[in-house]
């Protein structure tokens, strides 16, 4: 897959935080994703990366943090604000001059402004016309007692669309797109395989013609043949339509085939991005050289051979005088780091 060119942004994450109770599901997360490019999302089970997608789709209100399409803020959460306005309020407190007092306030008025302003973005902005999600798994995100064709023109039907003529042709021209006929419009999803299903789901993103789609493993519960002619769909719809692509995935031999940069998360925390050449040739983080190190490769000697790194975060990491933080340690390169691992990384980066 030939690199894409950083151009237009599409989409852009701001310090995105999701908690659930206590639980930091995604914590402080940013990147951007640009228009016509595939980026890659991959990490472990349960490290956040399914989460990250829901909330750029707003199926969850966002803790914190902002969301950013075409340059319009569509998703902000409250909780840096509500933070802020309990900071200002005990520094109220202590103050002692007027001049101190009255600037405090300002930012405590300002803070309340902020949250009013996110929760009319979160209530009001719509993004499902121009972001469609492809769920992991077909059979549970498909309704069993709706036939193809409702499901598929579901989308529509909402938007205001209610000539059943048009509805139809549009129904039947997604589900050839995704290399099903017709004549399945009117069955059932239990009718249909593993892969079937999952172009069903796909041809219920695609009829809406949207800028972006968000496939969550799209392929994590097919077999090998079946993942890559998804895969090869999917690469299909992206050249015709110029869709941009968010591909999440735990399979990395997938995601380095079809993306052209690649997000690596840990606990929640985003700790490398790169081009997908270069994260392969140049992996940093002990994190995403672990991941790396998993892969399995049609060799029996290779295989025999092969020894698995294990990422242990307390013994990799020093973080008792400083913590880190995201830096480009080389240019597009970004890693999780406090300055020594910094400098140790442009060291490496030279001398490769």
């Known amino acids: 897959m030939p690199e894409v060119k ?28 640009y228009k016509g490019e595939v980026f890659g999302l991959v990490g472990e089970s349960g490290c956040g990366k399914t989460t990250t997608g829901r909330s750029i789709i707003k199926i969850y209100d966002i803790t914190s943090g902002n969301i950013f399409l075409e340059g319009k803020r569509v998703a902000a959460g409250v909780m840096s604000y509500k933070k802020a306005i309990a900071e200002a309020k005990q520094k109220l407190k202590t103050a002692k001059t007027d001049a101190e007092k009255a600037e405090l306030k300002k930012e405590i008025a300002r803070n309340r402004e902020e949250i009013k302003s996110a929760l009319a973005v979160q209530k009001k902005e719509k993004v499902v016309d121009k972001v469609q999600m492809i769920f ?63 172009r069903i789901g796909i041809a219920r993103s695609v009829i809406m013609h949207p800028e972006m789609i968000i496939a969550d493993e799209p392929v994590s519960a097919l077999d090998v043949s079946i993942q890559a002619q998804v895969i090869n769909l ?59 190190s998993a892969i399995p490769l049609p060799d029996p000697d290779t295989e025999k051979n092969r020894k698995r790194i ?26 999780y780091c406090n300055d020594e691992e910094e400098e140790r990384y442009k060291k490496i980066c030279a001398e490769t």
């Open 136 to 198: 992991q798994d077909p059979i549970a995100s498909l309704d069993p007692r709706m036939t193809v064709r409702e499901i598929i023109a579901e989308g529509l039907i909402i938007k205001g669309e209610k000539d059943k003529k048009v509805i139809d042709e549009k129904v039947f021209e997604a589900l050839e797109k995704v290399g099903l006929v017709r004549e399945h419009a009117g069955r059932y999803p239990h009718e249909f395989s593993g892969g079937q299903r999952q």
């Open 310 to 335: 294990v990422y242990d975060k307390l013994k990799d990491h020093d973080y008792s005088k400083q913590g880190p933080t995201m830096r480009e340690v080389v240019p597009g390169h970004f890693v």
């Open 234 to 292: 999917l690469n299909d719809l992206r050249r015709e339509y110029g869709i941009t692509i968010m591909f999440i995935a735990h399979d990395l031999s997938v995601v380095k085939y079809f993306s052209d940069r690649i997000g690596v998360m840990y606990y929640g925390k985003l700790v490398e991005l790169a081009s997908s050449d270069e994260l392969f040739a140049h992996p940093l983080h002990p994190y995403t050289k672990s991941l790396l």
């Open 6 to 33: 950083h151009g237009e942004e599409l989409l852009r994450v701001e310090h995105l935080c999701q908690y659930f109770g206590r639980t930091k599901a995604v914590d402080d997360v940013s990147f951007s994703v």
